[in-house]
């Protein structure tokens, strides 16, 4: 049985509420927290760097006069969730937007991979994400209302030869996100999937064409948030690459094209 449309959420309507959001040190992250201040957001801010948490931090609150907690935590470790839990129940704060962005990227094969690096990646893009929205979505469905992001990628709409791991992560966060959002129809959260493609950011830091920018992904986010779907791709290219061309041509073909276009160069 098909459910009934999903509460949509004015993406206008964040003053007073708290906004969390991990991997806020920089990129997209950053641009979240800025543009959840300047409607007016308190803010709960995570990230590896308390160095650079604090510099954002100060900004927003100069600029913006809301209330900005830094947290400093590894989303890798096995305990991060529920540490980072327990120290928002000690601060007495509630979080009625989550925004799941922090991320770890990498390349090549996995023959040549680090096995500790490719489960450190797969704690933080899966665990990390799993971890804090199970943790604080029984609370948004008390109040019967909330805010979940968790950001995706186009790598998550089609295999990524030696970007293996990370584009299955990213199916993962996609996949978990779009059933999510069927779970709590109704229910006043709204949940939302975002794929960036090529994004300016530290963890894409090389030369590729067409690049879009952090500020364009939370417009594309945000501005998602004011309708219904379960999930949103930022930018019309990287939209048709992800959800029509992997889709249209065969397998084979579209595996080759990305074992060509992401092969290391020698």
């Avoid at 803010?43 to 650079?52: G, I, K, P, T």
């Avoid at 490719?118 to 704690?123: K, N, P, R, T, Y």
């Avoid at 069927?182 to 949940?191: C, F, I, K, L, N």
């Avoid at 998602?224 to 073909?253: I, M, T």
């Amino acid at each position: 049985m098909a459910h009934a449309p999903q509460n949509h959420t004015d993406a206008t309507q964040f003053t007073g509420r708290t906004a969390l959001v991990t991997g806020a040190s920089s990129g997209i992250g950053a641009e979240f927290a800025a543009r959840l201040a300047e409607r007016r957001a308190n803010l709960v801010l995570v990230a590896r760097s308390l160095e650079a948490l604090e510099s954002v931090a100060a900004q927003l609150r100069s600029r913006y006069q809301v209330q900005v907690t830094t947290m400093r935590l590894d989303l890798s470790e096995a305990t991060a969730a529920q540490e980072l839990f327990e120290r928002l129940e000690a601060s007495a704060i509630v979080v009625d937007v989550l925004v799941n962005n922090a991320g770890v990227s990498g390349g090549g094969p996995v023959s040549a991979a680090d096995p500790d690096a490719l489960a450190a990646m797969i704690a933080t893009n899966i665990g990390a994400v799993v971890g804090i929205t199970s943790r604080l979505l029984p609370g948004m469905m008390t109040r019967g209302r909330g805010v979940i992001v968790n950001i995706a990628s186009t790598g998550a709409y089609q295999p990524a030869p030696y970007r293996a791991v990370y584009s299955a992560t990213k199916a993962f966060v996609l996949s978990f996100t779009q059933a999510l959002w069927s779970e709590t129809a109704q229910s006043g959260v709204r949940v939302l999937a975002v794929s960036p493609g090529p994004t300016e950011t530290p963890m894409n830091s090389g030369a590729v064409r067409g690049k879009r920018t952090p500020r364009q992904v939370v417009q594309t986010a945000l501005k998602a948030l004011d309708g219904n779907a379960s999930s949103v791709v930022d930018g019309a290219a990287n939209a048709f690459f992800a959800r029509v061309f992997s889709k249209r041509f065969p397998e084979r073909l579209v595996l080759g094209a990305g074992e060509r276009l992401m092969r290391p160069k020698p």
